[in-house]
C-alpha cells in the first residue's frame, strides 16, 4: 500500500529595510501567507511603528499609518513543489510589500528560501476572536471597573471629538468619568484606568480600521432616525452594572449602526466597544492583565506596546449638525438588558 503523500512548506525569507505597512502582522495574499516576524528565525514579535501621513490641499487630521518593522516570512502549502516554488517565484522578483510600496514602505532583501515537510498540528491552526455572548461571572471588581470604562469612554466629550452619540452621558463614578473624559489627552496621570483605556482603544481601532471609508454621517438615516437622547438615557440606567451595560451594548442596533469613526465607516461604535472589553478579558486569563493587591495594571510587555504607539484612534471632531438634532425623533424605547 503506497505511503500518503506529504504536504510541503515552501517559505521565501526577507529583511525589511523600510517599515511595511499592513493591517496586522499576517496577512493572505492570494495562495500565500505574509507573516511579519522580529528575527529571522520568526523567535520574536515584529516592531510596531505608526507614522503621520497629510493629504496635500485636504484640511483634516492626519491619517496614522500602521507599520512594522523587521523580517518577513512568505510561505505556502500544498504537495506540488514546482507549483510551490512557481507562486512563490512572483514574491522573489518583487522588491517592496505592503501598502504605499510606492513611496518607499515595504522594501524588502530576500535572504533564503526553503522547502520543508509540513505537518498539521493544532500550533499550525489559527484561533478565531470570538466575541462573548455575555459578559460572564465571577470576575474581580477592579476588572469589572475597567470593563465599565472601555464600554462608556466614546459616550463622553473629550478635546478631540464629542460623544459618539451627540449627548454626554452623566458617569456618576468620578474616577471612571475622569479616565473617559481624558483617554486622549493623558492629562490624569494618577488614574489608574486611564493608560489601560488608552492601550485597548488603539488596539481595537487598529484591528478594526481595516479599510479607509470616509462617510459622512454618523449612521445611515435610510433606516431611520436614531433617539440620541433616548439611547443616553438608556445607557445611563445600566451604567452601575458592568453585566447589563455589556448585554445592552450587545444587542443594541443603534450602536451597531453608529459609526465608531467617520474615516472607517465600516467599523461600528458596538464592536468597537464589544471588541475591547473581549481583549481584555482575554488578556485578564492569559495574566497580561494583572490584578494584585487591589490594583490593575498591564504586564510589562504590554506597557511597552503602549509606550510605543502613537493614539490610533483618528476620531472626527466635527460637531453634531442641525439636520442632525433636528431629525432625531422619538424611538420606541428597548427593553433594557438584564
Not at 500602521?66 to 518577513?72: C, I, N, S
Request: with cysteine; glycine share 6%.
Amino acid at each position: 500500500m503506497a505511503e500518503p503523500q506529504l504536504k510541503k512548506k515552501v517559505t521565501l525569507i526577507g529583511r525589511l529595510d523600510t517599515p511595511i505597512i499592513l493591517s496586522k502582522p499576517l496577512v493572505k495574499k492570494g495562495a500565500c501567507w505574509i507573516k511579519v516576524i522580529g528575527d529571522r528565525n520568526g523567535e520574536k514579535k515584529p516592531l510596531l511603528t505608526s507614522f503621520s501621513k497629510l493629504v496635500k490641499g485636504e484640511s483634516r487630521a492626519p491619517t496614522v499609518l500602521h507599520a512594522y518593522r523587521g523580517f518577513v516570512q512568505v510561505s505556502c502549502v500544498g504537495y506540488n513543489t514546482e507549483k510551490l516554488l512557481t507562486k512563490i517565484s512572483s514574491f522573489m522578483t518583487n522588491r517592496f510589500l505592503g501598502s504605499y510600496s510606492s513611496e518607499g514602505f515595504g522594501r524588502v532583501k530576500w535572504l533564503e528560501c526553503k522547502i520543508e515537510s509540513f505537518i498539521h498540528t493544532k500550533a499550525n491552526q489559527r484561533k478565531e476572536f470570538k466575541i462573548r455572548k455575555g459578559l460572564g461571572v465571577n470576575y474581580p471588581e477592579k476588572l469589572l471597573k475597567l470593563l465599565k470604562v472601555l464600554m462608556l469612554h466614546d459616550f463622553v466629550h473629550t478635546e478631540r471629538h464629542p460623544s459618539k452619540i451627540y449627548q454626554e452621558l452623566q458617569i456618576e463614578d468620578e474616577e471612571i468619568r475622569t479616565a473617559c473624559v481624558n483617554h486622549h489627552n493623558g492629562a490624569e496621570h494618577t488614574n489608574a484606568l486611564l493608560p489601560i483605556l488608552q492601550y485597548y482603544d488603539r488596539l481595537a481601532s487598529s484591528i478594526s480600521r481595516k479599510k479607509r471609508f470616509k462617510v459622512p454621517s454618523r449612521y445611515n438615516r435610510e433606516n431611520g432616525e436614531i433617539d440620541f437622547k433616548l439611547l443616553k438615557q438608556d445607557l445611563e440606567q445600566v451604567q452601575h452594572s458592568p453585566y447589563r451595560l455589556y448585554n445592552y451594548i450587545y444587542h443594541s442596533k443603534e450602536l451597531e449602526r453608529i459609526v465608531e469613526s467617520m474615516d472607517y465607516g465600516i467599523s461600528s461604535l458596538r464592536n468597537h466597544l464589544l471588541l475591547m472589553v473581549n481583549l481584555a478579558i482575554n488578556d485578564y486569563y492569559k495574566k497580561r492583565l494583572k490584578i494584585s493587591k487591589g490594583t490593575i495594571s498591564l504586564s510589562a510587555s504590554k506597557r511597552e506596546e503602549l509606550d510605543t504607539a502613537m493614539d490610533a484612534e483618528m476620531h472626527s471632531s466635527l460637531t453634531m449638525s442641525n439636520a442632525d438634532s433636528e431629525r432625531a425623533t422619538t424611538s420606541k424605547k428597548r427593553r433594557l438588558g438584564t
